[in-house]
């Protein structure tokens, strides 16, 4: 399956729920408005009724998860923030 709906849709949930928008205000001082993940979503769902795959996965591709989140911790929305990134990780210094 090219679409999996439920990826936007947990991403969307998660941005919108309590906790997300909690942590949101504590550091940024300001609500999250989850607009780039409900335009994800919306996006997944015109990806989905597509018949064309190249065109579904195009699409897919254009959308904010898979252009900033994902599994890139350099893409990581708190990287900088709660954190500073390293190049290697600490437990493999010998």
């Known amino acids: 399956d090219i679409v999996n709906l439920w ?3 947990d991403e969307w949930g998660r941005c919108i729920s309590s906790t997300h928008q909690r942590d949101s205000l504590y550091r940024f001082g ?5 607009s780039p993940q409900y335009q994800d979503l919306k996006l997944a769902l015109r990806a989905k009724t ?3 795959p190249k065109e579904a996965a195009a699409l897919i591709q254009t959308s904010f998860y898979r252009r900033n989140l994902g599994s890139d911790r350099m893409n ?4 900088d923030i709660i954190w500073e ?8 210094v010998e």
């Open 7 to 9: 990826t936007f849709f």
């Open 76 to 79: 990581s929305p708190t990287a």
């Open 30 to 34: 300001h609500f999250d408005s989850c």
């Open 85 to 92: 990134l390293k190049d290697t990780p600490g437990w493999d």
């Open 50 to 52: 597509t018949q064309d």
